[in-house]
Structures are given as C-alpha cells and as structure tokens.
C-alpha cells in the first residue's frame, strides 16, 4: 500500500512517484545484502579450501607439471582476490574496521590535482592485476592442454609445456597484467604540503594544513581513465570467447582420441574418462562469471546513455555487479573440486597427504608399544 502523505500540497501523482522509489530502493537494497552475505560465507570457505588447495600443488608430484603451475598462480590469485574482496565487503557491513576509509577533512592541495589514498589504490590495484592473472591463466591452462592434446610429439610443445617454460609463460603473464593495472601510475605527483596547497587553503587555512607528502593524480585522468573501460570490456568479453572456443577443439580432440582407442579395442573394464563433463563444467562455471562480467562492463561503459533514457534500468544495472560477485567467488570456489574429480594424480597427491600421516602415526604408536614392553 502507498505511503500516506501529511503535506497537503502533495499530488496523487507525487504520492505514486515517492511509492515507486521507495519500492525499487528496497529491492535493490535487499539484493545488496543478500547477495554481500552470501559472498562474504562464501568468500571465507573459498579462501579455506584454496589454501588447502595451494598446499596440495605445491607437492612435488604436481608443481613440476606446466599445468599444474598455472593452477599455482590462479589459486594465489584467487586468494589474494578473494581476501581483498572480504576485506571491502565486511567493511561495508561493518563488521571489520576499514583500514583506509580516508580522510573527512578537506583537502588542501593544488586544483589541477586530486588527492589519492593510498592504501585504497594499493589494494585496488592488487585486486585488478589478480583478477586478470587468474582470467587469463585459466585460458592459458586451456591452450596447453589442446596443445598437448593435438601435437604430443612437438618439441616446440614439449618445451613450452616444461616446468620452466611454464614458469616463464607464467612470469611474462604477470609482467603484463602488471603493467595494464599501473600504467596510469606514470601521471602520479608527489607533493609536499603546504608549498603545493590551493589559493582557498593558504589564504583562510594555511595554519592547519598539516605538514606531509601526498600522493596526487591529475584532474583530467578519471576522465581519460573512463574511456579505458571500453578496453576493459574487450578484455574481460574476449576471455569469455576465447575460452569456449578452446573447450570445444579440447573436447573435439578428445573425442578423437576416444574413438580412436574404441577402434583399437579398449578393454571394457577400463574405467569411464569424466574429462569432458569437468572440462564442460569448468566452461560453464567461467562463462557464466567472466562472460556476465564482460556483459556488465560493457553496460557500464555506456551507463551514462542508459542514465538519459531509462533510469530504472541504470539502478538494475548497478545492481547486477553483486550476484556476478558471487558468481566468481563461486568460480574461485569450485577451482580444488574440478581439480580433485579431473586428475587422478592430483586425486592420489591429497590422499597421499592423509595415508602418508596415518602411516606415520602407526609407526610411532609402534615405537611406543615397542618401548613399553621393552620397559616391562
């Protein structure tokens, strides 16, 4: 029912108006802290069982495998990523402290510049460079397999697919990505406060302008900056392209290589191959992250159109980027599980780390029973 209104000035078309917002508020408002709770418990067992998952590939059985330490650096960047992102959401919630909320004070610097936080760049900038390393080291690990798939007998594929070709493909990933996420660092100024203060503060407030060194950023560069998200769509769309293509020969690939073995007469008894209803899994999971992800970007690029014509449109827009948070969490969430059910060496790795320590412990307890009886 509509809210009553006291003034007598208000219309009926003003009461329905005032109804309408409230109503959307509300809805957006209960997605927020649905879809920020659920991330935030999600958010805490993918940060568990990635460290787990770390602990299990650093073994010596698997981090020698190109694969394998491609899985390394997602895993690290999953949960360097997924650590910063519960930091910011239970934040918001306030259930941590927030670190760097800033100043509320005014700021005294210069005009043609503004003022950055640090600590806020610092975990902003950490957060996109592993965002991307993960994305593009997933679709690095694709490539690998179809090419080890297709051309088992390449040297050039057998040195790219080596422990230390991959660890250099793995290095030159992150110098990339290094250098997309700080380039606008080359425009960042260092100035001393108050000799670089504003006309307003040096005439009025010059004696409580407190004496420090502040990073600062060019006026105009958010605005150029803004017309760098188009390129961010093209980079965050394009790996939800390339990765499905690259599925799909892996797939064609291996269902040549089963019939293959189907017409050298596999034997019966050996098991089932569950690669490609995980590797069709492992698609879905990315596509439905990076690919509505590309899709939001690219909505957010033209916001301002979308802002013109349909408001309401706009609120459903901003509010989109929370479910497709949870989404990649769950991406992130999903890497040890994919890995346990599609390699049977990662399989016997984790169980080696269970059976070696119950062996262990029936050693020593009898080394114990040994010495008790010895005593007696």
Request: with cysteine; aromatic share 14%.
């Amino acid at each position: 029912m509509p809210k009553s209104i006291s003034s007598t000035s208000a219309t009926p078309a003003d009461d329905h108006v005032v109804y309408d917002y409230d109503t959307d508020y509300d809805i957006y408002k209960t997605i927020y802290t649905i879809c920020t709770k659920i991330n935030l418990y999600l958010g805490i067992a993918t940060i568990i069982v990635n460290l787990f998952h770390l602990i299990v590939l650093l073994q010596k059985e698997l981090r020698l495998c190109a694969v394998y330490i491609f899985m390394i650096g997602v895993c690290i960047s999953d949960i360097v990523l997924t650590s910063i992102n519960f930091y910011n959401q239970a934040g918001e919630l306030g259930w941590l402290p927030l670190l760097f909320a800033g100043s509320v004070e005014m700021s005294c610097l210069r005009y043609d510049y503004l003022e950055i936080n640090i600590g806020l760049q610092l975990l902003s900038t950490i957060s996109q460079i592993t965002r991307r390393l993960s994305v593009w080291l997933a679709v690095l690990m694709a490539i690998i397999r179809l090419l080890s798939v297709t051309f088992p007998l390449s040297q050039r594929v057998k040195k790219l697919t080596s422990a230390k070709g991959a660890v250099i493909t793995l290095m030159l990933c992150m110098m990339f990505w290094t250098l997309y996420s700080t380039w606008q660092f080359a425009f960042y100024r260092v100035f001393w406060l108050p000799d670089n203060a504003n006309e307003i503060c040096k005439s009025m407030f010059e004696s409580f302008i407190t004496p420090r060194y502040v990073l600062a950023t060019p006026v105009n560069l958010p605005k150029l900056m803004s017309t760098w998200g188009f390129i961010e769509f093209i980079v965050n769309f394009s790996s939800a392209i390339i990765y499905p293509l690259l599925t799909i020969s892996l797939l064609v690939a291996l269902l040549k290589i089963k019939k293959r073995r189907q017409n050298n007469q596999r034997k019966e008894s050996e098991p089932a191959d569950n690669t490609t209803k995980l590797i069709l899994f492992m698609t879905i999971t990315f596509m439905l992250s990076e690919g509505l992800s590309g899709f939001n970007a690219l909505l957010m690029y033209n916001i301002t159109k979308i802002q013109r014509k349909y408001l309401e449109f706009e609120n459903a827009v901003l509010t989109s980027e929370f479910p497709i948070a949870v989404l990649k969490t769950f991406n992130a969430f999903s890497h040890f599980f994919v890995c346990f059910f599609l390699s049977s060496q990662y399989r016997d790795v984790v169980k080696s780390l269970f059976i070696s320590k119950k062996k262990k412990n029936q050693i020593d307890l009898t080394r114990s029973t040994s010495t008790i009886t010895i005593k007696s």
